[in-house]
């Protein structure tokens, strides 16, 4: 059994990842934290969870991390970096869902999150958690950094291209739109209720945090810088990310033959029979990415709908596909939840 702890679950990623965990059959939940809920039974929090979780929180300074085979961070940005380098040192696996261990460029890294970072030499021997890209390094990593939401749907649709070279890389563009849930389990004017519902709106149009990203990471799979716009909106919905990404054409290939050969042994990657449409509920709850590949008027602009749960496989259900490579185990253990219908 692999003895796990979580830091920070009284979030939205952090009750999933208990969800997920609690049905695991390797895993062996021994701490999960929070100072403001110390002591509190979880399943009193999340009654959800009542009958598979019995843990209380506990405070973070109390919790024996460093006894844990790997610790999970279900926190803001910035908490993972302060306690890596402990937990490393000890011999426990770090995953975190935040944005600590995403980038690899420092510059960029505090441009979008305002810090310094803590264990800048860490940072060079993280891991991007992106499965279907960094497979084999992740088995091996100690620091495994835990793709972001929108990320996730984005370079999963746009990977084949990227690596094929058959789309112009300078001027890509990604239209997403995200479930509420994406912005945490918080209160906030623009995700309340009244305000998020029968509403449809962009945000950060000047930029968002996520497309660093994905530059990055399809950069160093290209070989070279991409181009990206990208502009994120907010859906009156929980969960899901539904990305309309658009590609202009430069070398003729057999485009849907391409993603399904890419993605033929991917677990979680679903490549569409030519001409349907994902929608999000059909990945509602489950770890699963669909794909669909489309070329309007059989133009020089290639079309590629990805939609994902932005919990799972945009956060915990991926966090825990990263701990069975890094394990050893099964892939799919713990995560062969059929999506939640209607």
Known sequence: MIRIGIVGGTGYTGV???????????????????????GTPVADLFPSLRGR?????????????EKCDVVF?????????SDARRLVDAGVRVIDLAADYRLRDLVEWKKWYKLDHATPDL????????????????????????????????????????????????????DAKSGVSGAGRKAELNIMFSEASDNFSAYNVAGHRHAAEVRETLGRVAGRPIGLTFV????????GIHATLYARITREADFQSLYERRFK?????????????????????????RVAVHR???????????????????ASGQAVQNMNIMFGLDEAAGLTQLPVLP
Do not use: W
């Open 16 to 38: 999933e990842l208990l969800r997920l965990l609690a049905q695991h059959p390797q895993a062996e939940l021994v701490a999960i934290t929070s100072r403001k809920d110390a």
């Open 53 to 65: 979780v019995r843990l209380a929180y506990s405070d973070p300074a109390a919790a024996s991390l």
């Open 73 to 81: 961070f279900a926190t803001p940005h910035g908490v993972a970096m």
């Open 123 to 174: 940072v060079g021997e993280a891991i991007y958690g992106l499965p279907e890209v960094n497979r084999a390094a992740i088995r091996t990593a100690r620091i495994v950094g835990n793709p972001g939401c929108y990320a996730t749907a984005i370079e999963l649709g746009l990977l084949p291209l990227v690596e094929s070279a058959t789309a112009d890389l300078d001027h890509l563009i990604a």
């Open 232 to 239: 994120p909106h907010l859906t009156p919905m929980v969960r």
């Open 265 to 289: 042994d991917e677990p979680f990657v679903d490549v569409l029979p030519p001409g349907r449409h994902p929608d999000t509920r059909s990945v509602r709850a489950s770890n699963a990415c």
């Open 296 to 314: 309007p008027g059989n133009g020089d602009t290639l079309v590629v709908l990805s939609v994902i749960d932005n919990l799972v496989k945009g």
